[in-house]
């Protein structure tokens, strides 16, 4: 038997103090907050990715929006003492539906990344890949580059 509990008659256990519920209260909103700022960093690397891409449409940032919202419900449910249950139940639902969002997202974007990569300078031959970057290697791109673009950037 754990040792913070005692047994009733009845044969049901309750835990001797209230420190048993505050602790769990304290990590439930631990996770909950790393849960929040984990959302916001997917906001941001979602907003910075789709205003650094022009010709793909990037959606990323969508399930920061709904798993900020779960957990920032959640937070908030926490602290109630009225209608706790009704606002952890859509915490939790908020929640579920961010990570399924954000795996769905992750598929959109890769298609959408993989569908506009431009393969013409790989079947034209110009994609090299170097190994090892010693003085060869690097006078040769300064030369394939020089005679791509020509005297302007002497």
């Known amino acids: 038997m754990h040792p913070g509990l005692s047994q009733r008659a009845s044969g049901m256990t309750v835990p001797q103090s209230a420190g048993f519920y505050e602790r769990k209260k304290r990590n439930s909103i631990m996770v909950t907050v790393?849960?929040?700022?984990?959302?916001?960093?997917?906001?941001?690397?979602?907003?910075?990715?789709?205003?650094?891409?022009?010709?793909?449409?990037?959606?990323?940032?969508?399930?920061?929006?709904?798993?900020?919202?779960?957990?920032?419900?959640?937070?908030?449910?926490?602290?109630?003492?009225?209608?706790?249950?009704?606002?952890?139940?859509a915490s939790i639902v908020f929640i579920s539906f961010g990570v399924v969002?954000?795996?769905?997202?992750?598929?959109?974007d890769g298609v959408f990344a993989a569908r506009h990569i431009d393969l013409r300078p790989l079947y034209a031959g110009r994609c090299h890949y170097y190994?090892?970057?010693?003085?060869?290697?690097?006078?040769?791109?300064?030369?394939?580059?020089?005679?791509?673009?020509?005297?302007?950037?002497?």
Do not use: W
């Open 34 to 89: 790393s849960l929040l700022v984990i959302s916001v960093l997917i906001l941001i690397i979602g907003v910075a990715a789709t205003t650094r891409t022009q010709n793909v449409t990037v959606g990323g940032y969508y399930p920061g929006v709904i798993l900020g919202f779960g957990s920032f419900i959640g937070i908030i449910g926490s602290h109630l003492i009225e209608n706790k249950r009704q606002m952890l139940v």
């Open 101 to 108: 969002a954000s795996f769905c997202c992750a598929i959109v």
């Open 131 to 154: 190994s090892s970057l010693d003085e060869k290697d690097v006078s040769f791109q300064r030369l394939m580059f020089l005679q791509r673009f020509g005297e302007r950037f002497h």
